[in-house]
């Protein structure tokens, strides 16, 4: 769990000391059973979630739909975490909102919640998505420092080849925001991800992605 990043850990000698949130947010949200899913696939899921699956091969599309219809997204929510690898940082105050207002920043999680009407706001925590590509350029640009005690920056960091937003995106769909909330530290969060999960299946959600 080390190897794979699950777990915050920095050797001492010949022993590993892990960092005690690490510890408790495995806890909490306990690796499902089976092999992990490719972020293909998750993002495949989603796409037919928020209804732009008509870029999915059939293949693709059959099996999302099989997956979606035998468990539903709530259910299936602990698996898709495998979307991206999340990273943690501090970020000096002064760069969030430049940070966030990055064209390759792709605002998610407490970063969108009011954009979707999920109730919380965290002005001092910025979230989002970037691919591969483009993390090492802002890291470097904004002199991020990796951070697992107290960081206001998460990114989470898709590979390249599945990149799904469109070039337009500057807050991430109502699915992947729900997502992200659901996988936060904080219980105020988990609840509102929660509730967007729920409104998904109301008939006048709006789950597309908002463009700047």
Known sequence: MIADGS????RQGKEWAVEPRSLERNRRHP???GRPWKPSSVWALIALVEGYDDQLGPLDRHRARQRLDRSGLEELAPRLSSRAELRRFYCHPSGLEPLA?????VRSGVSAAAEHNAGIIARDVIEGYVSYADASPLIDHYGL???TDQPNVLMRIVQDDVWPF?????VAPRSVVALDLLETDEPRARRAGARLLEALHSPNATITA???
């Open 7 to 10: 777990l915050n850990a920095e």
């Open 31 to 33: 690796r499902p059973a």
């Open 145 to 147: 420092e990796e951070s």
């Open 210 to 212: 908002v463009d700047g």
């Open 166 to 170: 469109p070039p337009s995106a500057q």
């Open 101 to 105: 207002n990055e064209e390759a920043f």
